[in-house]
């Protein structure tokens, strides 16, 4: 059989050999941590996905990291936490589903125009977040260079019409002006194509959210018949649980998820280190 957990092992080993410099290293570090989970290690996958939320990194579109989060959170029966994780999604990318959808009905015909040059209608832009995430995929890099090519020999061409001759430089721009506006049209295809993935990742998104909530009313609920369980049965002192709540929060600080404020230093090399110290508070069962 195939040693899963060791082909995670060295899937972590070279993601953590990316620098931090490098255009691929919040993919690695996302990666990572996903790597992390799936050896079973929750403890460094959460915390790799706890970093992501920091500033450097607020406008990148992972929107999976806070439905994994939920999911991690919702398996530990912390059901606040999980609904925070939830609301964190929604605010950060459920909530671009409008804009996204009359971003592509508005432009579907000029999206080059748009997208590329800034020419807005009504001032309707993609969010920063939407934008980088189209920016990110290697097929926009490729077709935008090759646009910019076309139009920089285009340039060139008119520079040295007199050299060239009128008969050639006709010649030549129409060639290269046909190179550019296929070169535009693959551009604005990709765009558009990219765009409406992200539309249909949010519509599954908002899905799976739709699922997590109600896995989270069906926790709270058996935990809500749990205590009138215990209740009646003159096992709960509302007192005397509330302050022993308290002292424990108290006493182990790392046992609560705390978003970190990003004050101070805190260096490049170790932010794929963190570690989450979450732990259960399942009932076990009898």
């Not at 990666?31 to 970093?51: C, D, P, Q």
């Not at 015909?109 to 990110?136: M, N, Y």
């Not at 009138?228 to 002292?247: P, T």
Request: aromatic share 12%; with cysteine.
């Amino acid at each position: 059989a195939t040693d899963f957990p060791s082909l995670y092992g060295a899937a972590i080993y070279y993601y953590r050999k990316v620098p931090a410099d490098s255009t691929n290293y919040i993919e690695a570090l996302y990666e990572s941590a996903w790597a992390y989970f799936l050896k079973g290690n929750i403890r460094r996958g959460m915390g790799v996905f706890h970093t992501l939320e920091g500033p450097d990194w607020k406008n990148h579109y992972l929107p999976d990291t806070h439905l994994l989060e939920a999911q991690v959170f919702l398996n530990l029966c912390r059901t606040g936490l999980a609904q925070q994780a939830i609301k964190r999604l929604e605010a950060k990318y459920l909530d671009l589903k409008p804009t996204i959808k009359l971003y592509l009905e508005t432009y579907e015909e000029t999206i080059f125009e748009a997208f590329v040059k800034k020419k807005l209608k009504r001032g309707l832009d993609l969010p920063r977040r939407l934008h980088l995430s189209v920016l990110a995929d290697s097929r926009f890099n490729e077709s935008y260079m090759n646009v910019a090519r076309y139009s920089n020999e285009i340039k060139q061409i008119k520079i040295n019409q007199e050299t060239l001759g009128d008969a050639l430089t006709n010649r030549l721009l129409e060639r290269a002006n046909d190179f550019l506006e296929q070169g535009k049209e693959l551009l604005s295809q990709m765009i558009l194509q990219t765009l409406r993935d992200r539309e249909e990742e949010l519509d599954s998104l908002d899905d799976k959210v739709e699922r997590m909530r109600f896995e989270i009313e069906s926790q709270n609920a058996r935990k809500l018949e749990e205590q009138i369980e215990k209740s009646y049965e003159g096992e709960i002192d509302v007192a005397k649980n509330a302050a022993s709540s308290q002292s424990t929060a108290n006493l182990l600080v790392g046992d609560k998820y705390l978003t970190w404020p990003f004050e101070g230093e805190f260096w490049k090399d170790e932010i794929n280190s963190y570690r989450s110290y979450l732990t259960s508070q399942c009932r076990e069962e009898k």
